[in-house]
């Protein structure tokens, strides 16, 4: 069991950067693998990144990668997604979610899940 809620989103424009913080609940929160999702308006729930228990390991969908970094402090139960060159593309709003022992891009996978921050990124 473990509580996710996250902050850090916002309203900003093309080619800034936003990180989002997922704040966790309990001392286990090294025992999750962790993720990040975005969801926009009358789509599917995407996956963003995910980072294993240890923080060694990430995984990040292709429209992602080389702009969004995904961390983890353990001794502070936080998952970071720091985003860069943000692209109008790139809103949604962004949950925070909490998988068991391996990291994964699965929706499924994932049994805890945050409330979502609205990310919102202008042209």
């Known amino acids: 069991q473990v509580q996710l809620v996250e902050s850090g989103g916002g309203l900003v424009q093309a080619g800034d950067s936003l990180r989002l913080s997922c704040a966790a609940s309990?001392?286990?929160?090294?025992?999750?693998?962790m993720g990040w999702f975005r969801q926009a308006p009358g789509k599917e729930r995407e996956f963003v990144a995910a980072?294993?228990?240890?923080?060694?390991?990430?995984y990040y969908t292709d429209s992602v990668k080389g702009r969004f970094t995904i961390s983890r402090v353990n001794a502070k139960n936080t998952v970071y997604l720091q985003m860069n060159s943000l692209k109008p593309e790139d809103t949604a709003v962004y949950y925070c979610?909490?998988?068991?022992?391996?990291?994964?891009?699965?929706?499924?996978?994932?049994?805890?899940w945050g409330q979502g921050t609205q990310v919102t990124v202008s042209s």
């Open positions: 979610a909490a998988a068991g022992l391996t990291a994964t891009r699965l929706r499924d996978e994932y049994g805890y």
């Open positions: 309990g001392r286990t929160f090294s025992t999750y693998a």
């Open positions: 980072i294993s228990r240890s923080g060694g390991i990430t």
